[in-house]
């Protein structure tokens, strides 16, 4: 289990990640969404023990990871910006991850490298961004770390692709007890695969739950009025968010279900019904409350 | 639960050597003109020198001596710096970039790991590369017939260079865990090559002077004013041995050390910025400040010789410092006029410190211990040696090389001459009066031992004057004493031109072959260890002559592997004697034309310079005084015990040369009136001086001396 505690990191003036507490079973999919510059980067680098902690603590089954060879020995960590030698091939950074990681896989790697169609001798820096991303989960997976940390995984990667490694995600976790922390701007990937979601803003955790239940507190609802709704029919309950289509009305309210409900059913709608959230909207509902939404932009 | 530390990652050393083959590649290819090629070149040549004069070489020592020559000393170890200083932003240039910095810094490997294992790894590539051009050059000798003993001097210069490259490749990779980019990382280079040695050579001005604690090693290398180029000086000036490889290594630890110290301290998230260490700016940027204002200072006030003007220059080069620095921390051309209070407080101190050193406020350059403290002194003599000394051992192989020899004295007699030496140098300094043109000056390094062990040393310039004539006979004295050094370990192989000259000059003669050579080497050596060797020279009546000579090959070029020797031959000397005897010089009588030449004989105290005697233009007087065998040449008159000098005035220049072509071929200043007088009072030989040498002659009326006729 990765335990995270009161943890802060600043870059001189400013806070990328500010007294965060956070859990992470071991064997679940973790995504990390969040604002642009939110931390979610930051926080990977930490747990990956590239970058020290100013405060607090991250220790994974319990020990530290920074400097820890024990811990970083079953980590995998993934940058959003990839790096890999210069002039070198997949069988050569294959070498090179085998004198780091002992458990190191060649018949992992083989039989992925054969599955996602990469040709091992083909230098890496000839690969399009896609290809590279493949090459290093296909590391990632062959060093058998229990851990991957993975920073924008599915960029660059295609449609069938991207199933293709929310398949083996889903195996690894299955099969092989691994927990990928995925940090994500793609929150209908994230959506699909991830067992719970932390949302990070300015450095804090905004929202953390299980996806399954979207246990938020927050509900979408979408109404048909006689005429266009105002959303001052409804200030006495939480609006998070609401656009009107005509005379079709969609919100997204926090609070108890059942009073958002008698709320709608007392302007008399022609119809109101309550519709899933997805991620997406969960995530925009809740920036916008905290007052994180586009101002302006469009003069 | 913490892992145990790991130093050293074999699979990864093994992986590191196959991606960085290319650096190893890069050394061989250097290394193989630098040696390989050039030890062909070299032992080409010796072979040719040894064909055309087979007595004066001998291959295996020529080539010894090339393989620890001048041009091996100067330029492995230069590349060896070069490529230690790359090798450090090579390997470690990771640090620098931010990818790279993540991707190596989120992998199960430690600092340490990376620290040890990618320096061994580029040890080993350039240890690998430069051993296969050693080997090479080895091959290259024993082809051309030298002795496979060679090889240990290819071991050692292995050693040597590893050593070099090993310090430098260390010190880049502490700059390189100290900044965050390519650039700050050569700036902290230099910042570390050059202030950390200017800031050991003030601890040391500030120990002696304030805390009187004398140190007990020698610090003189320091002013060569680098580390690196302190290490090469310490290693190849002969000095080496493993007292002194052991130095190195302990330096060599201390800098991997603080490199873990830094790796272990460094915040991976500043890579990119200048500083790993943001708080380190400000030192960073004061000691840039410090050492471009020195280095400014320096230049104005050589070339310029103006206090004024080396201000100047100190002030110019910190600002320029200054706003390098402020350029690159704010990274504006704004930014670089900014924080003018600490550039201010910067420079203050720059031009204080300075102006001490100048002013010698602490008398850090006059002092001299009182001459009851001393206990004997130690003279090191500059200038006029040859490029390297080559020691010899039992066998007649060179065992190292040096440009110095020291020569201590402990007679209290020649301690206080040395003494006064020592203060006159000071005078001229202080009076800021510099040695003429064609003046003998001598700088020279004297090694004060003092009562209580310790030692202290600084150095002079010896301008020669009658008050210092006996400072000036200890100093030749010195340098006679090491020829014999010289010439007792010396091998006929080796011998160049041998010659004995009676001193006054009327007669010499040199060896025709190498069986006189043999004969005269074999009797000066017998000599020399019968009579023993003091380092101050026997009573001026018992000099019989003079022995001159030179071992191996002159090359006026390089002046390398090349040893004048000359030193006196006492009546005591029966063994060269009965060779100058069986050669037929004349060691007693002083030729008839020259006694017919003679004008004019002062006679002078030998140890109150300026006090005549006695003085005649009495032919017969002259001829009395010429034929009694008390007339001495060069180092006769120069020697601490001598009873008087005798200055000859002849009638006709010695060489027929007259005053326009004496004048032309620029020994004009001979002959104005302030140098006449200068010259007459500072000869400190016996000279030969016609009649035509009117302003002279003048400068004697002045002084009050009767020239007869």
């Known amino acids: 289990m990765i335990e995270i505690k009161g943890l802060k990191k600043s870059f001189g003036d400013i806070t990328a990640v500010a007294s965060l507490s956070l859990e992470i079973p071991t ?66 950074m294959r070498a090179y991850y085998k004198c780091l990681y002992p458990d190191f896989s060649d018949t992992v790697f083989a039989g992925l490298a054969k599955a996602f169609d990469l040709d091992v001798k083909r230098r890496i820096a000839t690969f399009s961004k896609g290809m590279t991303r493949q090459a290093m989960l296909i590391f990632a997976f062959a060093s058998q770390a229990r851990y991957l940390l993975l920073d924008e995984t599915f960029d660059g990667l295609d449609p069938v692709m991207r199933q293709a490694v929310k398949k083996l995600l889903s195996i690894g976790v299955s099969d092989h007890n691994v927990t990928p922390i995925i940090a994500s701007h793609s929150l209908r990937e994230l959506e699909d695969i991830c067992d719970r979601v932390g949302l990070l803003h300015k450095g804090g955790m905004v929202l953390d739950m299980d996806v399954e239940s979207m246990e938020t507190g927050m509900h979408k609802v979408q109404c048909a009025f006689a005429e266009e709704a105002q959303r001052e029919w409804f200030d006495d309950i939480d609006i998070l968010s609401f656009e009107n289509r005509g005379r079709l009305c969609t919100m997204v309210a926090a609070g108890d279900e059942a009073k958002i409900m008698a709320a709608i059913q007392a302007r008399k709608p022609q119809f109101a019904e309550r519709i899933p959230l997805t991620l997406e909207e969960l995530f925009v509902s809740k920036m916008e409350g905290i007052g994180y939404e586009i101002k302006d932009l469009l003069v | ?94 640090l620098h ?180 260490f943001p708080k380190l700016q400000p030192i960073f940027r004061a000691a840039l400040c410090l050492l471009t204002g020195t280095l400014l200072g320096s230049v104005f006030y050589s070339v310029l010789e103006s206090v004024p003007f080396c201000i100047f220059g100190l ?85 190292s090389h040096s440009p110095l020899e020291t020569v201590v004295f402990d007679d209290p007699e020649v301690v206080g001459a040395v003494l006064d030496m020592a203060q006159s140098g000071i005078s001229a300094v202080e009076g800021r009066k510099k040695a003429e043109y064609g003046t003998s000056s001598k700088t020279y390094t004297i090694r004060y031992t003092l009562a209580d062990g310790k030692q202290v040393q600084r150095i002079y310039e010896a301008i020669p004057d009658a008050t210092v004539a006996k400072g000036i006979t200890t100093l030749l004295c010195a340098d006679a004493y090491t020829a014999q050094n010289d010439l007792l370990r010396l091998d006929v192989s080796r011998c160049g031109n041998m010659s004995l000259m009676t001193s006054g000059g009327n007669d010499s003669r040199s060896a025709k072959d190498s069986t006189e050579k043999a004969q005269l080497l074999e009797a000066l050596q017998q000599d020399l260890v019968e009579n023993g060797r003091p380092v101050d020279t026997l009573p001026l009546g018992s000099v019989a002559c003079e022995f001159f000579g030179t071992m191996d090959e002159e090359d006026t070029e390089s002046r390398d592997i090349y040893r004048y020797m000359e030193f006196s031959v006492y009546a005591s000397y029966s063994h060269t004697l009965a060779v100058a005897e069986s050669w037929g010089v004349k060691l007693e009588a002083m030729p008839e034309e020259t006694l017919a030449n003679a004008a004019y004989v002062c006679v002078r105290d030998g140890n109150q310079y300026d006090n005549i005697l006695f003085e005649t233009d009495d032919p017969e007087k002259i001829r009395a005084i010429l034929q009694s065998g008390q007339v001495f040449g060069v180092y006769g008159g120069m020697t601490l015990t001598e009873p008087v000098t005798v200055e000859v005035l002849l009638k006709d220049d010695e060489h027929g040369m007259s005053l326009e072509q004496m004048e032309k071929e620029g020994y004009g200043y001979r002959f104005s009136e302030k140098m006449a007088m200068d010259a007459f009072r500072s000869t400190s030989f016996v000279g030969y001086v016609n009649n035509q040498y009117s302003v002279l002659l003048g400068g004697l009326d002045k002084l009050g001396v009767v020239i007869p006729g």
Not at chain 2, 22 to 49: I, K, M
């Open chain 2, 1 to 94: 639960m913490k892992s145990k530390i790991c130093w050293f990652n074999g699979r990864l050393f093994k992986n590191t050597l196959k991606r960085y083959w290319w650096f190893g590649f890069l050394v061989f290819l250097t290394s193989f003109f630098s040696v390989s090629v050039s030890s062909a070149v070299l032992a080409a040549n010796a072979a040719a020198q040894q064909a055309a004069n087979p007595l004066v070489h001998t291959l295996d020592d020529l080539l010894a001596g090339y393989f620890m020559g001048k041009q091996f000393i100067v330029t492995d170890p230069v590349l060896a710096l070069i490529f230690g200083a790359a090798a450090g932003l090579v390997f470690f240039g990771y």
């Open chain 2, 315 to 399: 002030i110019l080069g910190a600002f320029l410092g200054h706003i390098l620095c402020q350029g690159q921390f704010n990274r504006s051309f704004g930014g670089m006029f900014t924080a003018f209070i600490p550039f201010a407080a910067t420079a203050a101190a720059l031009v204080a410190v300075t102006a001490c050193f100048i002013m010698d406020v602490t008398s850090f350059e006059r002092y001299i211990p009182a001459q009851t403290d001393v206990r004997c002194v130690g003279i090191t003599i500059e200038g006029d040696e040859p490029y390297l000394r080559r020691t010899f051992d039992e066998n007649g192989n060179v065992i």
């Open chain 2, 97 to 276: 970039n931010k990818r790279q910095a993540d991707f190596f810094h989120g992998q199960p490997v430690s600092r340490e790991t990376h620290i040890f294992t990618r320096f061994a790894a580029g040890c080993a590539l350039y240890a690998a590369a430069y051993f296969l051009n050693l080997l090479f050059a080895y091959v290259i000798l024993l082809s051309y017939g030298a002795k496979a003993a060679v090889i240990g001097f290819v071991l050692l210069r292995l050693l040597l260079v590893l050593l070099v490259f090993a310090c430098m490749y260390a010190l880049s990779i502490l700059c390189a865990m100290l900044t965050g980019n390519p650039f700050a990382h050569l700036q902290a280079g230099f910042v570390l090559s050059f202030g950390g040695t200017l800031l050991m050579y003030c601890l040391y001005w500030m120990a002696e002077t304030f805390l009187q604690t004398y140190s007990p090693i020698s610090l003189d290398g320091l002013s060569y004013g680098s580390l690196p180029v302190y290490l090469v000086w310490r290693l190849s000036s002969g000095e080496f041995n493993l007292l002194n490889a052991f130095c190195v290594v302990v330096i060599l630890a201390g800098l991997l050390a603080l490199c873990v110290i830094a790796y272990r301290k460094r915040p991976v998230e500043f890579t990119g910025g200048m500083f790993a």
């Open chain 1, 27 to 92: 064997g679940s999919i973790f995504g990390l969404v969040g604002t642009n510059g939110a931390g979610k980067s930051t926080l990977l680098r930490i747990m990956a023990g590239i970058y020290r902690p100013d405060e607090g603590t991250v220790t994974i089954d319990g020990a530290p990871v920074y400097e820890n060879m024990d811990i970083k020995r079953n980590l995998f960590y993934i940058s959003d910006d990839v790096y890999y030698f210069r002039s070198a091939n997949m069988e050569e």
